[in-house]
Nanobody, 122 residues
């Protein structure tokens, strides 16, 4: 069982920055693909950023956050980060960390954190 604990959310003014952290229980970042998702009130959960488990740690982002958000990981600390700059009111949501892995037998392992709230408002 993998546990994920997010932190770093809060209230920030438009144009400001926040850094989210996701601490994983155990050394999983070279096994699981990691992602940050968000869910705004009345909307579906959506993928914000994703980082592969491979050595390069290749990343991808949803279009609306490209150039503003950066996902990264520190395998030694078992932690994934989401640096959010130039925040906009439409970034307001609960942000969730996700860990996903499919083993050689096709069994999928999918874990979620409890979420951290980000509010962008003046």
């Amino acid at each position: 069982q993998v546990q994920l604990v997010e932190s770093g959310g809060g209230l920030v003014q438009p144009g400001g920055s926040l850094s989210l952290s996701c601490a994983a229980s155990g050394s999983i970042l070279n096994i699981y693909h990691m992602g940050w998702y968000r869910q705004a009130p009345g909307k579906q959960r959506e993928l914000v950023a994703h980082i592969n488990r491979d050595e390069r740690g290749s990343t991808n982002y949803r279009d609306s956050v490209k150039g503003r958000f950066t996902i990264s990981r520190d395998n030694a600390k078992n932690t994934v980060y989401l640096q959010m700059n130039s925040l906009k009111p439409e970034d307001t949501a609960v942000y969730y960390c996700n860990a996903n892995h499919v083993d050689s037998k096709g069994r999928e392992y999918d874990y979620w954190g409890q979420g951290t709230r980000v509010t962008v408002s003046s």
